[in-house]
């Protein structure tokens, strides 16, 4: 099991930036892939973007594409979404996430550990 806990959240302007962290103890962190999910109010959880447990792979909602980056330090256990471009639409909870293996997938069904989530909200 991967204990989960992300931070950086909060209030920002639309086209602002912001910075997301999610740090893992547990099971060996490259070990597995990572993602980020978002849910807003009244929306099904969604998918954001996805890291594989090395590293080299990366998938993005079209949503996000271009706008956020996804990256990890596996010497520091710690995942990171950094957002820019912000827009109303990207209102939501965050959470991270960790796989059952270094594949970076795309659903949320191949995420086992789940973050207690940090709200961003972004005024327009």
């Known amino acids: 099991q991967v204990q989960l806990v992300e931070s950086g959240g909060g209030l920002v302007q639309a086209g602002g930036s912001l910075r997301l962290s999610c740090a893992a103890s547990?099971?060996?962190?490259?070990?597995?892939?990572m993602g980020w999910f978002r849910q807003a109010p009244g929306k099904e959880r969604e998918f954001v973007a996805a890291?594989?447990?090395?590293?080299?792979?990366?998938y993005y909602s079209d949503s996000v594409k271009g706008r956020f980056t996804i990256s990890r330090d596996n010497a520091k256990n710690t995942l990171a979404l950094q957002m820019s471009a912000l827009k109303a639409e990207d209102t939501a909870e965050y959470y991270c996430?960790?796989?059952?293996?270094?594949?970076?997938?795309?659903?949320?069904?191949?995420?086992?550990?789940w973050g207690q989530g940090t709200q961003v909200t972004v005024s327009s």
């Open positions: 890291i594989s447990g090395p590293g080299g792979i990366t």
């Open positions: 996430a960790a796989g059952r293996n270094i594949v970076a997938r795309t659903t949320a069904s191949a995420y086992v550990d």
């Open positions: 547990g099971r060996t962190f490259s070990n597995y892939a």
